[in-house]
């Protein structure tokens, strides 16, 4: 999966997008990690690994990313506390920050957002709107719901507590990304492993994420959803049926490569399907989205002849000549014939540029997203 954080030295700030549509911008910080420092969900330096810390989840050197900031128990000689991107609290006496008070915003306590409908609340995460425990329209849809962390429950899905110690789903709160709010703290360690890339995208699936930045030209988006795409080149990513998505890499969903189980189970590799890598790219790099599979997003964008093909554009193979039901492979186009793809075979090298007739002759028609 990802891993999410950028080197500077304290005195150096860098500019990330918050989220997409319907949040502002925050301004985030980039330190280094000057020992390895454990993630926690609180601000307690005592507080023992498990539901509240994970060991060891930015190692001695790696660049952090903060994007707001509290007091809270002295450790590491300061009393400043970072929350980074993803959702955990590290102490800021242990980073390359060499300011004595907040050099960022203090974190909120709480965010509101309007419900999307009217929502039960859960006594668990996870829970069905009519599980024992459950308050039958708790809020109202487009009333505010006042959120103080969030959680990923064993489906991949994100559930936030709401300050009445309530839960619900996050897919009906209008929070404005599909992934992680930033600025919300985790409400607990599941779903996040130390030495992920990304941390905290440990889910089977489609995984979330927040989406990049969508301004800019038609040309400047096109690159960036390129860069993105050749980003996780190299990275010993494997082709696993049904992994990744808006959140980068991801584990897969049951499956036996050629319904062979001596080949393992895509269940338990980490990577991207064809998919599942250009729903990444189009996200993380333009913060657009085409769509979870093939079929989805072969109607996205606009139909274009093949012979009048332009980097960016997304190519399709499939049993039957632009039939977005049988579909069968998608790549990004590079240019000069050369395609990125997630394909097999599933090993570290399953994410790579190949030759546009790789895969035999592809459909007659690209999709044409920007432009």
């Keep these: 999966m990802r891993k999410t954080v950028l080197t500077a ?27 390895a420092l454990d993630g926690r969900t609180v601000k307690d330096p005592d507080v023992p690994v498990g539901r509240k810390r994970v060991a060891d989840m930015y190692l001695k050197g790696q660049k952090v990313n903060v994007v707001c900031q509290d007091t809270g128990p002295e ?135 927040p989406a990049g930045p969508a301004t800019g030209t038609n040309a400047q988006k096109v690159q960036r959803v390129i860069d993105t795409a050749k980003s996780q080149i190299g990275k010993g990513h494997l082709y696993s049926w049904g992994a990744g998505g808006k959140g980068g890499a991801s584990y897969g969903v049951h499956h036996y490569p050629d319904n ?47 012979a009048d093909r332009k980097p960016g554009d997304l190519v399709f193979w499939g049993r039957s000549d632009n039939d977005s039901d049988a579909t069968t492979h998608v790549a990004l186009y590079l240019g000069d014939n050369k395609i990125l793809e997630a394909s097999p075979p599933r090993d570290g090298k399953s994410v790579r540029i190949s030759e546009l007739n790789s895969h035999g002759t592809p459909y007659t028609k690209v999709r044409r997203i920007f432009g």
């Design 9 to 35: 030295v304290a005195a150096l700030a860098v500019l990330v997008p918050l989220t997409s549509a319907g949040t502002a911008q925050a301004e985030v910080r980039t330190f280094t990690a000057t020992t």
């Design 75 to 209: 450790h590491g000689g300061k009393n400043v506390w970072d929350l980074t991107t993803e959702g955990l609290w590290i102490p800021d006496g242990y980073t390359s920050n060499t300011s004595d008070t907040m050099v960022l915003p203090r974190c909120a306590t709480s965010k509101s957002f309007p419900a999307k409908a009217d929502l039960n609340g859960r006594k668990n995460k996870g829970d069905a709107a009519t599980a024992p425990g459950a308050v039958a329209d708790r809020y109202r849809a487009g009333q505010q719901v006042p959120v103080k962390c969030q959680a990923q429950a064993e489906s991949g899905t994100i559930w936030d507590f709401t300050t009445d110690d309530f839960w619900v789903p996050d897919n009906y709160v209008t929070t404005g990304t599909n992934g992680f709010v930033q600025g919300l703290p985790r409400c607990d360690t599941d779903g996040i492993e130390p030495g992920e890339t990304p941390p905290g995208n440990a889910v089977h699936g489609r995984s979330n994420g």
């Design 260 to 306: 062979d189980p001596s080949q393992g189970d895509d269940y338990n590799r980490l990577g991207f399907d064809c998919s599942g890598l250009t729903l990444y790219a189009f996200w993380k790099g333009a913060g657009f989205d085409i769509g979870a599979w093939t079929g989805a997003q072969n109607t996205k964008g606009r139909a274009v002849a093949i």
